[in-house]
């Protein structure tokens, strides 16, 4: 009875609302990879959970359900095409509701509304196949956070358009700490679902098609908010894409993480944001005006060439496969069903060439991104943008232990040489250089490297007698008692008192 209230509930209220969407209208035109799709469950043994609807006191492992679309191998009488329904049935699991009949899935969960339009959706083909061969080769990868406790598979149509042009991507759904629930968009919120990006980050490595140097998150509504503090702990992200971010409404809860460093943000950032909210949703949604205009995170940011667009006929819901498809219209400030499905595919093209020039390094898409939506044919009713240029870092001694480990600590005093002129300000601290010496020439597979650290360093500091010793007890360590005994002199020569020197020469004589 609940149920068929609900459902006549629905209907009224969308009964005035005109225009039907689908899969084959949005018309992402996918690229020259068929698309494979995975989905199961993982379990993350360091983190403990309970499942809310069966009211006990029992703890499990933490379930981390996984989507993952992929460039695939077809097989034929083997691959199968998958549909709309195919994906719905994955939030059976992802919602603890493993058993409801599909019958239900319509009524059951929020997000989806039981309509006939809603009906037919379910029977349309979608461009994944299950039961694929990942295709040989390496993908740049895309780790996807979902909103607000939504599903992995919240936006499918983006998914499958982008490993169609060859990306794998990886998502799994926004749960809570210790239940399927959040607490509210809490920073405890944000840190559990950047914890569940992390593990994601570390499955993927299983992968042999997954190329692991070329990193990209996403993340739509509160997935934006939980990337952002992501790319804040991990450098080996690449670049990152938010889909109406909540980094944007709700910077505090960023603010408050203990991980929260705007200096280590220093990768890509492209920002697609709603239309402007109309004055009448403002008041009666009592949202404040500010979020029409503040950008805080995109505003603040130093290190990152921020790209940030404002996409003009689409709200926030309409960031989502779910919401383009199944989301009740909002009859105060919605377009029309055509206009939404037009501005979903211009973001996923959008979204596309973003990665690729990031990711693949691709001319063509790098010339796309630092082009006016104008200049690249788009109308700025449709669109419109900002840019900002990153500003560079300081070089630092860290920077050139980078260069220097890229040429196996060969041709140091040179390397140190070209990059003074073009960074005057470089310091290359004593210490530092004495530990990284000591550090590699205690390893005898390294020997030769540490020596060259010590070169250079005494290249810079000449009178040091500390650098002296630290070479010889390199030496000395790797019985080479000559180079060992010719340097422990050379540091007495400097620091006659050098205690230790004078100890090893004594041993070294006997």
């Known amino acids: 009875m609940r149920l068929t209230i609900i459902i006549t509930i629905v209907l009224f209220q969308i009964s005035t609302v005109k225009g039907q969407t689908s899969l084959e209208e949005i018309n992402l035109n996918n690229g020259k990879y068929k698309v494979g799709f995975e989905h199961y469950t993982a379990v993350d043994s360091t983190r403990t959970y309970s499942i809310h609807n069966e009211f006990n006191n029992q703890l499990i492992n933490r379930p981390i359900s996984i989507s993952l679309w992929y460039p695939t191998e077809f097989q034929e009488g083997i691959s199968t095409e998958l549909s709309v329904l195919d994906y719905l049935e994955i939030l059976k699991e992802e919602e603890e509701w493993k058993n409801l009949p599909n019958d239900f899935l319509l009524d059951w969960f929020p997000y989806l509304w039981n309509t006939p339009q809603n009906k037919a959706h379910l029977s349309e083909k979608v461009t994944a196949f299950s039961n694929s061969i990942p295709l040989n080769g390496k993908f740049p990868v895309i780790v996807y956070a979902p909103s607000y406790q939504a599903s992995s598979i919240e936006n499918f149509a983006l998914f499958e358009y982008l490993a169609s042009n060859g990306f794998v991507v990886i998502s799994s759904p926004s749960r809570g700490t210790e239940t399927r629930w959040l607490e509210g968009g809490s920073t405890k919120d944000m840190e559990t679902q950047s914890r569940d990006v992390e593990f994601l980050l570390k499955e993927i ?37 938010s889909l ?98 037009v501005s979903y595919k211009l973001m996923s093209e959008h979204t596309l060439q973003f990665l690729n020039a990031t990711l693949k390094n691709e001319e063509n898409a790098k010339e796309f991104i630092e082009n006016s939506p104008v ?15 990153a500003v560079k870092k300081e070089f630092d001694y860290k920077d050139f232990n980078d260069l220097a480990f890229n040429q196996g600590y060969q041709d140091l005093i040179s390397l140190y040489k070209r990059t003074l002129t073009k960074y005057p300000n470089l310091e290359l601290q004593e210490g530092m250089l004495n530990t990284l010496g000591l550090r590699l020439s205690f390893n005898p597979e390294k020997l030769e490297q540490g020596v060259n650290v010590f070169l250079l360093a005494l290249h810079i500091y000449p009178k040091s007698a500390n650098l002296y010793d630290s070479l010889a007890e390199g030496f000395y360590y790797n019985n080479d008692f000559e180079n060992a005994i010719s340097n422990y002199k050379k540091s007495l020569e400097l620091n006659p008192e050098n205690q230790n020197a004078i100890d090893r020469l004594k041993q070294l004589r006997k």
Do not use: C, W
């Not at 995109?298 to 404002?310: G, T, V």
């Not at 200049?375 to 240029?389: R, V």
């Open 205 to 241: 490595s299983k992968y042999k098609n997954a190329d692991l140097n070329n990193i990209a998150l996403m993340g739509f509504s509160f997935g934006g908010l939980s990337n952002a503090i992501t790319v804040m702990k991990h450098k080996n992200i690449n670049a990152i894409v």
């Open 244 to 341: 109406d971010g909540t980094e944007r409404y709700n910077y505090a809860v960023l603010e408050k993480s203990p991980y929260f460093n705007l200096d280590k943000f220093a990768i890509p950032y492209i920002h697609f944001a709603q239309k402007e909210i109309p004055e009448e949703v403002l008041k009666s949604d009592k949202i404040p005006a500010e979020l029409n205009y503040k950008f805080q995170l995109n505003d603040s940011l130093k290190y990152s060439n921020a790209y940030s667009y404002r996409f003009h006929d689409l709200t926030h819901s309409y960031f989502s496969s779910f919401g383009v498809l199944f989301a009740n219209r909002d009859k105060r400030q919605d377009k029309s069903d055509d206009k939404i499905m």
């Open 375 to 389: 200049k690249n044919g788009f109308s700025e009713s449709l669109i419109s943008k900002k840019m900002k240029q």
